[in-house]
C-alpha cells in the first residue's frame, strides 16, 4: 500500500491550496473529497476577493491579511480574478461617520481606500443608487472559486500529487494516540479502501467538526447559513458593498456574466449543513436590501438562489461558543489534544485560503523535516501563466480563454471541437473534453463547476441532453447519459424554486414540461 | 421591490427556446454564422462582461428581422445585433463598406454622368476590377444611374402639384431619385388622380440604412437628424415607396441610433398604407381600366413583413380587375441592401434567396410585385423576371381621367 507523507481532507479550496502547496514542496500528498471538489463553502460564497475594506474597522489582522493576499493572487490566479475594484457606497440613512472611521482603518490595514464624490463614483459605475451621500474606492475584485480550486488541484496533480473525489473519509485509522491513515468509501460505488499517510490534514470546512470527532478531538464550531441570489447578466461591473457596519445584503459582485447579491448570516443546526436552502424570506431580505445599492436589480431576471455554510469556529478560550473568530484558525492537535499526525485548518477566508495553505504546508514540513520554502505566492497556476495572445475573434474560444486561461490551449477546437454545447455559457465541446481529461470530472455537476455548463439563463433547459450525451461519450460510458441527466437537473430545479416566478416561472414550465416526469 | 422578475434588458427575457433560430435564413446556409440567439441575446451577456466577446461573425446578419417577428418573448434580436455591429464592427474593406453605403454622396456625384458612369460600371473589367480591388462581387450589377434627378424633375412640376387643394409629402429615397425616377413619377401619377399633390421634404437625406449596415453610426445619425427634422415640419402626410426607407425611419432610428421616433410614427408610412386606409373610410375611390391585364406574383420584403404591412399593399392590388395575383411564400430574397454586393457575402446570399426565386419561376408569371427596391434587384438579377413597386402597378391600372374626376372635390 502507498503511503503518503500527506493526506488532506476536502476538496476545497483550502484543501485544495495545501495539496498544491505539499506537492510543490515535494512531499507525497494526497487530497480527498467527498463529493466534487469545491462543493461547500467554497463554491457557495459571493466569488469576492476582498481587498480587506470589509474587516479593517472590526478585525484589523483579517484586513491586512485579505490585501496581501488579494494582491498575490491577482498575479498567480489572474485567470480566476477580475479585477473590477470596489466601491463602498453609503445612503443617506448610513450618515458618513462610519466613512471617516473606515478610510482610516483601512488605511492602518494597508488598504489603498480613497474617499470619492458620489458624481465620481455613478460615472464610475453608473448603476448604483443615485441617492448616495458617499463613496470610497477599494482594490476589491471578483474571483471564481471554482477554477480557483480546480486550478489549485490541477497544478497539485501536475506536481505528483494524488486526488480522490467521491470518497468519503467513514473511519480513522489509529494506534494508540496516533492517526495512521483513514478509511475511505466510494459514494458511488461503496468500495472501500483503507489509506496510510504519516500526516492527515483536515480541512473540511463546517463538516471539519465531524471529522475532528471521529478522530477523537473536539472543534467547537458554529455554523452560519449564507443565503445569495443570482441574476441573469452583470448590472455592474465593479464590486458595490454598503459602507456601514457589515450587515445583511450588503455586497454585490459581478461574477463572470451575472451579478450576484448577498448574503445573509443565520445560525442552522449541523444536520442542516449536507442540504441548505433558501427561503422566501430570505430572497425578499435580499432583494430589499439589494435594490438599495443597486436599484436595477429590481427589474433584473433572478436566475437561481443559493445558500452556503461558513466554517465559524469558537475561541478555544471560550466554551460559550460566542465568541467567534474569523481569522484563520490552525490547529495541531498533538500540542491541544494530544492527537499526533493529525492537524486542522479551518477559519479564515476564500481570500486568505492560499495563506491558510502556507501555514499548513509550513507546518507539516517543520514536522517531517523537509526545509523546502513555499512558492505559492510566485508560481503562477495552471492557466495564469503570463502569455502573449491575440485574440481570437471567436466566442466560444475567448470563453473557453475567460474560464481556463492558458490552457485554452490545451483545446482542439478543429471539427466538432468548437460546437457549443451550453449557449448560454458558450461551452464547446472542446472545453468539456478538456475538462474530462484534465478536471476530474465525474458528473454533470463536477462539468458545470469547471464550465459553467447550465449555469447560465436557462438554467440548462435547453442544452441538458445534448451536455449529458457529450459527457457521458467523453467519460467513455456513452450509456450513463440518462443517470447522469437526472441528477442534476434535481439540482438545478432546487436553485431555481426559491426564485419562480416571472419570467423564470416561464422558463422553468420549459424545464418541467422537458424534463418532468 | 422585484415584483415580476422580468428584466428591463430585453435581451433578458429571452426564453432560450431558438425560434429565431429556426427561421432565420442566414443560419440555414452559412456555418460561419452563429445564429441570432447566439449573436444576440447570448452573446450579450458576454459582451457586457467585455466588449472582446464581440464576434466579427455577426457581419453575417442580413437584418432581416425574421427573429424578432418569430420571437414569443418580444426580444429585438436584430436590434441587438444591429447596435453590437455599430459599436464593435471593424470592416476589413472599409473602401468599399463606405462607397457602397453612401448612396446620397454617390448618386448625386454619379447622376450628371449617368451614361457614363452606367456604361463603366457594366463593363466586364470594372467588374473585375471592383471585384478584385475593393471585394465588390462581380456577379452583381448596379441599378443604372439616371441622368436627371426625380427632384429635378418634381421641381418642374411643382406649379402643378401646387394647384392641388390636399397635398401629400412624398419621402422618395435614393433610389428614386438616381436610379428609378419612374417610380417616383408613377406615385405622383397616383397621388393626383386621388386628388393630390405631391410636395418634397424641406430637406431629405438617405435614410441611413447602408450605412446602419455598415458600421457608419455617426454619419447615420446625422443624416437621421436632418430627416427627423423635415418630417417633423411637414404638416401633412408623408409617404414612401420603400419599406425599408420607412422601416429605418420609423424604428431603427430609435431602437438602433437612439433616436426617439415616436412623435412621427403615425405620419410617415407606407403609400400603400395610407392609400389603403384612405379607401376604406370612404374618402378616395380608385377606377381601374376596364381592359387590364396581368399576371404577377407579390414578394413580402422582410421588412414589410416586420411591419406587418404586406396586407395593405396585397388588398390594394386584389382590388385591380383584370390582375392575377399569386401570393408568394414570405422567404428572405437574401440581397439585404449592401449585403449581398459584397463579394464574401454573395454566394450566402443567392443561397439564402433560392427557395424564393425556385417559387418565382414556378408562379408562371409575367413579373413580379414588391415593397422594397433591394428585393426588385436581386430578384430581377437571379430570375430574370422584372419587378415592379405596387404603387407603378396601380398608377399603371387606374383610369387616370375617372380617378381624378371621381376624386375631385
Known amino acids: ?517 | 421591490m422585484q415584483e415580476n422578475n422580468i428584466s428591463i434588458a430585453e435581451f433578458e427575457n429571452c426564453q432560450k427556446c431558438n425560434i429565431c433560430a429556426e427561421v432565420c435564413p442566414m443560419m440555414e446556409v452559412n456555418p460561419l454564422y452563429p445564429g441570432p440567439k447566439q449573436a444576440g441575446p447570448d452573446g450579450e451577456r458576454y459582451r457586457l462582461k467585455d466588449p472582446a466577446f464581440f464576434d466579427n461573425a455577426l457581419k453575417y446578419c442580413l437584418n432581416c428581422k425574421r427573429c424578432e417577428v418569430a420571437c414569443p418573448s418580444g426580444v429585438k434580436i436584430g436590434d441587438i445585433i444591429a447596435v453590437n455591429k455599430l459599436k464593435y464592427y471593424k470592416s476589413e474593406h472599409k473602401m468599399r463598406d463606405t462607397a457602397l453605403a453612401s448612396t446620397d454622396l454617390v448618386g448625386s456625384l454619379a447622376s450628371p454622368f449617368a451614361p457614363i458612369v452606367n456604361g463603366v460600371l457594366s463593363l466586364g473589367v470594372t467588374k473585375s476590377v471592383m471585384d478584385g480591388v475593393l471585394g465588390v462581387s462581380k456577379h452583381r450589377t448596379f441599378p443604372k444611374y439616371s441622368s436627371r434627378k426625380f427632384t429635378s424633375w418634381l421641381r418642374r412640376h411643382a406649379h402643378e402639384q401646387n394647384a392641388y387643394p390636399r397635398k401629400v409629402t412624398y419621402f422618395h429615397g435614393c433610389y428614386v431619385n438616381y436610379n428609378y425616377p419612374q417610380l417616383g413619377k408613377d406615385f405622383v401619377k397616383l397621388m393626383n388622380a386621388c386628388g393630390y399633390g405631391v410636395m418634397l421634404l424641406e430637406k431629405e437625406r438617405c435614410c441611413g440604412v447602408a450605412m446602419i449596415a455598415n458600421a457608419m453610426g455617426e454619419k447615420a445619425r446625422k443624416s437621421a437628424l436632418v430627416n427627423l427634422a423635415s418630417i417633423r415640419k411637414a404638416d401633412t402626410p408623408v409617404l414612401t415607396t420603400s419599406s425599408t426607407c420607412t422601416f429605418t425611419i420609423r424604428d431603427e432610428y430609435e431602437h438602433v441610433l437612439g433616436l426617439p421616433t415616436s412623435d412621427i410614427r403615425s405620419n410617415l408610412m407606407l403609400a400603400t398604407r395610407w392609400l389603403y386606409r384612405q379607401i376604406e373610410d370612404g374618402k378616395v375611390k380608385l377606377i381601374f381600366k376596364e381592359d387590364y391585364s396581368r399576371k404577377l406574383a407579390y414578394h413580402t420584403a422582410c421588412h414589410m413583413q416586420k411591419m406587418g404591412w404586406q396586407q395593405y399593399s396585397v388588398q390594394l392590388l386584389q382590388m385591380i380587375p383584370g390582375l392575377q395575383l399569386t401570393l408568394l411564400e414570405q422567404h428572405c430574397c437574401g440581397i439585404s441592401g449592401t449585403y449581398g454586393f459584397k463579394k464574401e457575402n454573395y454566394e450566402y446570399s443567392q443561397k439564402v434567396g433560392a427557395p424564393l426565386f425556385d417559387d418565382i419561376r414556378n408562379a408562371g408569371v409575367e413579373a413580379v410585385v414588391t415593397d422594397c427596391e433591394t428585393c426588385k434587384w436581386q430578384i430581377e438579377a437571379s430570375t430574370g423576371l422584372p419587378v415592379f413597386n405596387p404603387v407603378s402597378i396601380l398608377a399603371e391600372a387606374i383610369d387616370f381621367e375617372k380617378t381624378k374626376e371621381a376624386n375631385a372635390q
Open chain 1, 1 to 517: 500500500m502507498k503511503e503518503y507523507d500527506v493526506l488532506i481532507i476536502g476538496g476545497g479550496v483550502t484543501g485544495a491550496g495545501t495539496a498544491r502547496d505539499c506537492a510543490l514542496r515535494g512531499l507525497k500528498t494526497l487530497l480527498v473529497e467527498r463529493h466534487d471538489i469545491a462543493t461547500g463553502a467554497s463554491g457557495r460564497n459571493h466569488g469576492l476577493l476582498h481587498s480587506g475594506a470589509r474587516y479593517a474597522v472590526n478585525d484589523p489582522e483579517s484586513a491586512n491579511e485579505c490585501i496581501v493576499e488579494n494582491m498575490i493572487l491577482r498575479k498567480v490566479a489572474s485567470h480566476c480574478v477580475e479585477p473590477t475594484g470596489g466601491l463602498f457606497i453609503s445612503l443617506p440613512e448610513d450618515g458618513l461617520d462610519y466613512q471617516k472611521k473606515f478610510i482610516e482603518c483601512c488605511a492602518k490595514a494597508g488598504i489603498k481606500a480613497e474617499a470619492i464624490d458620489p458624481k465620481e463614483a455613478l460615472r464610475l459605475e453608473p448603476s448604483i443608487n443615485p441617492d448616495i451621500i458617499g463613496a470610497v474606492k477599494v482594490p476589491d475584485a471578483s474571483v471564481d472559486p471554482f477554477r480557483l480550486t480546480a486550478a489549485n488541484v490541477l497544478d497539485a496533480q501536475l506536481h505528483g500529487a494524488d486526488v480522490l473525489t467521491g470518497w468519503e473519509v467513514v473511519d480513522f485509522i489509529k494506534e494508540t494516540v496516533t492517526v495512521l491513515g483513514v478509511k475511505l468509501r466510494n459514494i458511488y460505488t461503496g468500495e472501500v479502501k483503507s489509506v496510510l499517510s504519516h500526516y492527515t490534514v483536515n480541512a473540511a470546512g463546517i463538516w471539519g467538526a465531524g471529522i475532528a470527532e471521529m478522530a477523537g478531538a473536539h472543534i467547537g464550531m458554529l455554523p452560519a447559513k449564507g443565503s445569495l441570489l443570482v441574476f441573469g447578466h452583470r448590472v455592474a461591473d465593479m464590486v458595490v458593498n454598503r459602507c456601514r457596519k457589515p450587515a445583511n445584503a450588503d455586497i454585490l459582485v459581478p461574477g463572470d456574466v451575472v451579478s450576484v447579491i448577498g448574503t445573509t448570516s443565520d445560525k442552522v443546526p449541523f444536520d442542516q449543513c449536507d442540504d441548505m436552502r433558501v427561503t422566501k424570506e430570505e430572497v425578499e431580505l435580499l432583494l430589499r436590501e439589494g435594490c438599495k445599492l443597486v436599484p436595477s436589480l429590481a427589474t433584473t431576471r433572478i436566475i437561481r438562489a443559493y445558500a452556503g455554510v461558513r466554517p465559524l469556529v469558537a475561541s478555544d478560550d471560550d466554551p460559550s461558543g460566542r465568541n467567534v473568530s474569523r481569522g484563520i484558525v490552525l490547529l495541531d492537535h498533538s500540542k491541544r489534544d494530544g492527537i499526533f499526525g493529525f492537524i486542522t485548518i479551518t477559519g479564515g477566508k476564500l481570500t486568505s485560503y492560499r495563506l491558510m495553505a502556507e501555514k499548513t504546508t509550513d507546518l507539516l514540513c517543520s514536522k517531517l523535516g523537509v526545509e523546502r520554502t513555499c512558492q505559492t505566492a510566485v508560481l503562477p497556476l495552471p492557466g495564469s501563466e503570463k502569455e502573449k495572445r491575440k485574440p481570437s475573434h471567436s466566442v466560444v474560444v475567448e470563453a473557453a480563454f475567460g474560464r481556463q486561461g492558458t490552457r485554452v490551449a490545451e483545446m482542439d477546437f478543429s471539427g466538432k471541437g468548437s460546437e457549443l454545447v451550453c449557449e448560454c455559457e458558450q461551452v464547446s465541446r472542446a472545453e468539456i473534453a478538456y475538462a474530462v481529461k484534465e478536471l476530474n470530472v465525474k458528473t454533470l455537476d463536477d462539468l458545470r463547476r469547471r464550465t459553467r455548463v447550465g449555469m447560465g439563463t436557462c438554467q440548462s433547459t435547453f442544452c441538458l441532453r445534448k451536455a449529458a450525451a457529450v459527457l457521458a461519450e467523453e467519460l467513455g460510458t456513452p450509456d450513463k447519459a440518462d443517470a447522469l441527466l437526472k441528477d442534476f437537473i434535481q439540482e438545478r430545479w432546487k436553485g431555481i424554486m426559491p426564485v419562480c416566478w416571472g419570467d423564470q416561472l416561464r422558463e422553468a414550465e420549459h424545464m418541467r414540461k422537458e424534463y418532468g416526469k
